[in-house]
């Protein structure tokens, strides 16, 4: 399924005359149209998912661990908030501080 955004999107340009757009959200959440890293990897999680029914892990999910997929029970991904590592935390601040330092303000 898929799509009904676009057909929309065109009925409410003919109906109206205003042009119309439609977005696909996932896109938007990730940063943009989708790499060709993207498109493979929504390729392998849906694989995964699909070997994970054919072994009966019901209750788990598909997820990257490296450069693996695997299956992790959904209990274990709810368990607790990701966490960024201090040192991209860091970085990101001093880039920011850098930033301001040029007198431009970051709020």
């Known amino acids: 399924m898929g799509g009904i955004g676009s057909v929309l ?3 409410i340009e003919k109906r109206t005359g205003f042009e119309s757009r439609s977005v696909v959200l996932g896109h938007i959440q990730r940063g943009g149209s989708p790499s060709a890293f993207d498109r493979v990897l929504a390729t392998r999680y849906g694989l995964g998912a699909i070997d994970m029914v054919h072994r009966g892990e019901f209750g788990q999910m598909a ?5 693996k997929i695997i299956s992790i ?4 991904a709810i368990a607790s ?5 201090r040192e991209i935390l860091d970085a990101a601040t001093g880039i ?3 930033i301001e330092d040029k007198g431009v303000k970051v709020s």
């Open 9 to 11: 999107a065109q009925e």
């Open 73 to 76: 029970p959904l209990a274990e």
């Open 63 to 67: 997820a990257l661990r490296g450069n």
């Open 81 to 85: 908030n990701r966490k960024v590592d």
């Open 96 to 98: 920011l501080d850098k």
